[in-house]
């Protein structure tokens, strides 16, 4: 790519977060150029290219195994709603192209040989473990008001101090949040918490004072926390695989339930799947704490066969996938609380440690997951009861699903349409 630049006499160099991840040690992962090239020479210069940012001097340049986005040498000027600028013009200097950029670390660049130009001190910055604005913090804010929630990743993400003057200059614009979409702030939010250290991100996050600033208010308590309200859950966040089990994690240690979990993944702009995911997690602890707090009463001794039939109800409701993954986050959790002063029933801390141990067997022992795999279908069982397929159908098949699945009673043809026939019964003198 660059040869290709050069042997045309442009000038041409890596840049950006390529060049700062092999200056970390890290392995770089997409690849930007920034040349003195116009975006219509660099088209010229290669048979596929795609026209992603004309208007900012981009060309995405397309090769058998990466994509490279190529930028022409740039100054902004003029920002607006301190997110984009409003007039770009193209310059023939380098220096001037990274003077632009949001901190030292991303302000580098990298010639053909390797050779690394450094006009801002990024690359000591980053071996001395600080996190620095080019220039002056509070304009480079103030020109895009995305870089505050950025820095807070890049911290976390990199194991990075804030430099005094720029922490201080994020905190000072922090209002200008406002101005940033919702599904910009979601992005980079979900980039900390699948990241290295979602707990540290998560810190810096509530002590940045961020959060009550965003365009769209979020109604969940996190909002208002600084570090030091957060509880002692989350500060093993980081040893949860997956995003989703990490963000079930950060709202069950709020004591948000499934409805503000979901309102709130939505005002984050998720997309229907991930909200999804994640309050089936959420859910999934509801049922359980819930069929715990039945089956306990206030002094009952609670038995292995009533958390089985607990967790197994819940899985087969919220899917496996679901309680999978809060069985890997149910160990961070304190074994349901049942008090203000934070005291527990031993009959539930029996409950929840019976889970931890058994949960991953008895999720393997389920007989059937879903409606479709029962021996009886709906028009078998509607037959079977005398009645024309209703809003009571669908009742009685989800408590036969469950029986089944509990090992309450066999997936038999003839079983399911005597129980059926118990449980419409059941239904009619409720309706």
């Not at 999934?284 to 069929?291: A, F, G, Q, T």
Request: a positive charge; charged letters at 30%.
């Amino acid at each position: 790519m660059l040869d290709i630049l050069l042997s045309h006499g442009y000038q041409a160099y890596f840049v950006g977060g390529y060049v700062r991840d092999r200056a970390a040690g890290r392995e770089g992962k997409d690849i930007d150029i920034a040349t003195s090239a116009k975006p219509e020479e660099v088209s010229r210069l290669f048979p596929r290219t795609v026209p992603t940012g004309l208007k900012h001097g981009t060309v995405t340049v397309v090769c058998p195994n990466y994509t490279f986005e190529v930028t022409t040498f740039r100054k902004e000027e003029r920002y607006e709603q301190y997110r984009r600028p409003k007039e770009v013009r193209f310059i023939g200097d380098l220096r001037t192209d990274l003077e632009r950029r949001d901190f030292t670390m991303n302000a580098m660049a990298m010639d053909r040989q390797g050779n690394i130009i450094d006009p801002f001190g990024g690359l000591s910055d980053l071996r001395q473990g600080i996190l620095r604005c080019v220039g002056d913090p509070e304009e480079r804010f103030a020109e895009d008001a995305l870089r505050m929630l950025r820095c807070v990743r890049f911290a976390a993400e990199y194991g990075l101090t804030v430099e005094e003057k720029t922490w201080k200059a994020l905190k000072k614009q922090r209002e200008k949040l406002r101005f940033i979409a919702m599904e910009r702030v979601r992005s980079e939010w979900e980039r900390m918490m699948s990241g290295s250290d979602p707990f540290r991100a998560l810190s810096l996050l509530f002590d940045s004072g961020l959060l009550p600033h965003l365009k769209t208010p979020l109604a969940i308590p996190a909002v208002n926390w600084s570090a030091a309200d957060m509880p002692p859950a989350l500060r093993r966040i980081g040893e949860l695989e997956e995003p989703e089990a990490r963000w079930a994690l950060f709202m069950l240690a709020q004591g948000v339930d499934a409805n503000l979990a979901r309102q709130t993944l939505s005002k984050l702009t998720f997309s229907r799947e991930a909200v999804s995911h994640i309050v089936a997690v959420i859910r999934c602890d509801e049922m359980i704490r819930n069929s715990l707090e039945k089956a306990a009463g206030q002094n009952a001794n609670l038995t292995a066969r009533e958390a089985e039939k607990a967790f197994k109800r819940a899985a087969v409701r919220c899917g496996v996938l679901a309680a999978r993954r809060w069985l890997s986050a149910a160990p961070l959790l304190p074994p349901l609380f049942d008090t203000a002063e934070g005291r527990t029933r031993p009959a539930k801390r029996k409950g929840h440690e019976l889970l931890l141990k058994h949960g991953a067997a008895w999720i393997g022992e389920i007989p059937v997951l879903r409606v479709e795999q029962l021996a009886a279908n709906g028009h078998e069982i509607a037959r079977a009861v005398g009645q024309a397929p209703g809003p009571w159908l669908g009742w009685v098949l989800d408590r036969l699903l469950v029986d089944v699945a509990c090992g309450d009673m066999p997936n038999d043809k003839t079983r399911l349409e005597e129980r059926a026939r118990q449980y419409y019964r059941e239904w009619s003198m409720h309706e």
